[in-house]
């Protein structure tokens, strides 16, 4: 507990430090002379105008908008399109390297955290889903206009097993004493060890009672953890019947990490509601998801790469990520194959730089999908995902479309994405970049 406390001292303090950096909202803004991609169709509009009001898109017309007062940006015939969704994103362990996410000093794993949120933003992606870590201090001085980030729908601590992927201890540390001391990282909320359906109802319930907007277990192994065989099945069907338990008594639902064919079905089998990555999964896996009807949250992993995260990496984890990679050209086809309802996200870790390639991962999605279809999967399907989450929606709101009554998170591009995808590659190609009716970035002036 005292640990827990100097955690959410360490975010107070970030919150006071970075206060001055969020801009005042304005009370209207005007785009005029824009081309909308809404979110979902396969062409931009006509020249438009778009009036935001608050933090809401209040009116759309191909004819001029009367808005006295406004804060108007000529378009100049760029394209009006929603922020983009990462639905696969860590935001407290993209910038420390593994060892200083397990022992680094706690108040400035936060303060890391933070410029990387502001960072996330700048690259146009307004909305992340957190799927594990203790990211629900830095989420509420987001929320609160302390510091600049996206929005964040948070899971908490990845609920693990003894063994499973998340239980970053040595063998040293064993054995495990029921009901003794936390290992250092479930202590910092990373997360949390459950071996019995009982635990692991526990665990669910201290990650919802802390705001957890959906649960997170590790059904399979994993490529970071050192002691978790890509092959392996770890919670037993009665432990994830647990768990999707006590997420539905609150009215969400359980995601589950898993690869292979084993670990997704038993996690169906539970009444697991999103499949995250499933890379090495069969085409008798790919028809069950479909026919039950449930998300899979999966990610274009292309590169097995020796820099930035993947530096990090023992030759033990090194060779397990080759196998998702090599994976990655299967699973977008039998998402497609069997038409699997596919949110899209990223999972970096421990790499500034490779988060700098947050939007190139988006892009790579042309290997498999149109420029249209990948960005609708970026945002109005991803928002739909985001929906699922119910009452513990902490943005009740239209997310990812461009529409009247939507939510004003916003990006103006310096181009046509629908024709060439490489643009979201590249932030500099936003040349504005609003998210709650805020703007956090504009160079049209210049």
Not at 140 to 158: E, H, N, Q, T
Not at 190 to 217: C, F, H, N, W, Y
Request: hydrophobic share 45%.
């Amino acid at each position: 507990m005292r640990l827990l406390s100097r955690v959410l001292r360490g975010a107070a303090w970030l919150a006071v430090a970075t206060a001055v950096a969020v801009p005042a909202l304005a009370d209207d803004v005007l785009f005029e002379n824009v081309r909308i991609f809404d979110g979902r169709g396969a062409k931009l509009s006509p020249p438009s105008n778009v009036l935001v009001r608050g933090n809401i898109v209040e009116a759309i017309s191909l004819d001029p908008i009367a808005a006295d007062g406004a804060v108007r940006i000529d378009g100049g015939g760029r394209t009006l399109m929603p922020g983009l969704i990462d639905m696969h994103w860590h935001t407290m362990l993209v910038r420390p390297n593994p060892l200083q996410a397990i022992n680094g000093e706690v108040g400035y794993l936060n303060l890391m955290a933070a410029v990387e949120a502001e960072a996330t933003l700048l690259r146009g992606f307004t909305t992340v889903r957190d799927m594990g870590g203790p990211s629900f201090s830095l989420k509420r001085a987001i929320d609160d206009g302390l510091v600049p980030g996206p929005r964040i729908y948070p899971s908490g601590a990845m609920i693990t097993v003894t063994s499973g992927h998340g239980d970053f201890r040595q063998v040293t540390d064993l054995p495990r004493t029921i009901g003794g001391m936390l290992s250092r990282m479930e202590e910092i909320g990373g997360s949390m060890i459950a071996d019995t359906p009982d635990e692991v109802r526990i665990r669910v319930r201290e990650q919802l009672m802390q705001g957890a907007t959906q649960i997170k277990l590790t059904a399979g192994g994993g490529v970071s953890s050192p002691h978790s065989p890509l092959d392996v099945s770890t919670f037993t069907e009665p432990e994830l019947r647990a768990a999707v338990e006590a997420a539905e008594n609150w009215g969400t639902f359980v995601c589950v990490h898993a690869y292979t064919p084993a670990a997704i079905q038993r996690s169906i089998r539970a009444g697991v509601r999103c499949i995250e990555h499933a890379h090495l999964m069969d085409e008798a896996t790919a028809r069950m998801i479909a026919d039950a009807g449930i998300w899979l949250s999966t990610q274009p992993f292309l590169d097995t790469g020796g820099s930035g995260g993947a530096a990090a990496l023992g030759p033990s984890e090194q060779a397990k990520k080759a196998q998702v990679v090599a994976g990655t050209g299967r699973v977008y086809p039998l998402a497609r194959k069997y038409a699997i309802k596919t949110a899209w996200g990223t999972d970096i870790l421990f790499s500034a730089a490779e988060a700098r390639q947050q939007g190139a991962r988006l892009a790579s999605l042309a290997k498999w999908y149109t420029p249209a279809e990948a960005l609708t999967m970026a945002t109005s399907t991803n928002a739909q995902l985001l929906e699922m989450t119910g009452l513990r929606n902490p943005y009740p709101g239209t997310l990812g479309l461009v529409e009247e009554g939507a939510f004003a998170d916003l990006l103006l591009v310096d181009g046509d994405p629908l024709a060439d995808l490489d643009l979201v590659a590249d932030p500099a190609n936003f040349d504005v970049i609003m998210k709650d009716g805020k703007v956090y970035k504009n160079t049209v002036a210049e």
